[in-house]
């Protein structure tokens, strides 16, 4: 297993490729793409898009993009993309075999949908998964089938042309405390993140084999942030504060990711994760350099930067709650959050606030952590009293969340 370094790719959000190749990485570069030859001595090739669009998935020698309201195929040749499905609304698409697969939900936050149709075009089939998809990383893609998670209780595995839902674990009646945070593909097993809700949060990592014996590989107390990404032979789990383990089919052993990192990404090349101007990859391959291109973006295709004081949240979540629907709530709150910054424009600071969030989805018990040392105790104030009015949707199997909720603010 190597763990070769790369140079920074020092225009894009985050320097891991979107789209993984036989030949070459895929790099989202806004209004272009570029192709990263993975044969040492090749070039770097740009191809302009005319719009904004993001590579998503690479199938036979098409590249999938999607823009805000349309998926679009590019010949890895080159041209012109071509336009091909019509969205309804920002979606996260995935490639399945042979299947486009989009996820909607109820108009009451429950219950899950997979839209599935040919990557070549054609019409939409509806699957009922049964149950609402809630895990921190989620869909789970390998080869010709997915692994998700439902209401927080249930793996179930979809595999072929889509047409079935499998259960392949399931939380039983002696389990009211627990829930099912993560699951990933590792080989011909599975690996997933069992949690358990009580005055000191419990989370451990779990496989199990095909006849369905399962090992507890890893035990942690912990109530930070956590993640579970594999590329379908191996997989990171990784814990904020606590470290990272590197399984594969037979091991776990602790991996240094040089700290927390949410750029990490399971790809046909292997794991691949970010640590401040380096690419790394865990991979059984022979050493790799990823070498990305130094080439910069002219400042109007960033887009506007926003006026008065910086601000910027982010949510750690330990409980039955879809820590999307925590983002989605924090950020529809955003201005409040700059009201009561406004007194103090030239604020340079974070604080994180802990809270619960109860079975009828009300807040309760903020408290800033390390509150001393927030520089205005005035603009703390009225943050802990901003969060407090939130409300979230129903925590599900468990009935209780907690979550520790960030802000940074950076001078206007």
Known sequence: ????????????????????????????AGKRVIEVPRVEGKQPTTIELGD???PFALHGDELLLISEKAIFALATTGGKPTRRFELDDETDPVVVGDRLVLR???????????????????????LDLGGTVNSNTQPVVR???????????????????????????????????????????????????????????????????????RTTLQEVPNEHRTSLVGDGERAVWQIQDSGAWLVDAATIQAVDLGGWTTRIAGTPAG???????????????????????NAAVEADERGPKPRGPSVEGKSAVIGPLDP?????????????????????????????????????????????????????????????????????????????????????????
């Open 1 to 28: 297993m190597t763990i070769p370094k790369g140079r920074r790719f020092e225009y894009a959000p985050s320097q891991l490729p979107f789209v993984v190749g036989e030949d070459a990485y895929w790099v989202d």
């Open 52 to 54: 904004w669009m993001s």
């Open 104 to 126: 909607s939900r109820g108009v009451d936050g429950k219950g899950t949908q997979l839209h599935h149709a040919p990557v070549g075009g054609g019409e939409f089939t509806t």
């Open 143 to 213: 080869a010709d089938a997915m692994l998700l998670v439902l209401d927080w209780g249930k793996i179930v595995r979809v595999a072929g042309d889509l047409g079935k839902v499998e259960t392949v674990y399931e939380l039983g009646p002696d389990q009211p405390n627990a829930f099912i945070v993560d699951a990933t593909f590792v080989g011909d097993s599975i690996v997933f993140v069992l949690g358990e809700v009580r005055d000191e949060p419990k989370l451990a990592l779990v496989r199990q084999a095909p006849d369905a014996t």
């Open 271 to 293: 794991l691949m994760w970010q640590v401040g101007d380096e690419v790394r990859i865990a991979s059984s391959e022979p050493p790799r350099t990823i070498d990305y291109p």
């Open 324 to 412: 999307d629907h925590v983002r989605r709530i924090a950020r529809a709150h955003i201005n409040g959050v700059r009201k009561c910054s406004k007194p103090t424009p030239k604020l340079d600071a974070s604080v994180a606030l802990a809270f619960t969030i109860g079975a009828e989805g009300k807040v309760g018990d903020v408290v800033a952590r390390d509150a001393e040392s927030f520089p205005d105790q005035a603009v703390l104030g009225c943050l802990i009293d901003e969060v407090a009015t939130w409300v979230f949707p129903k925590p599900g199997h468990g009935g209780v969340a907690k979550v520790v909720h960030t802000i940074e603010f950076e001078p206007g």
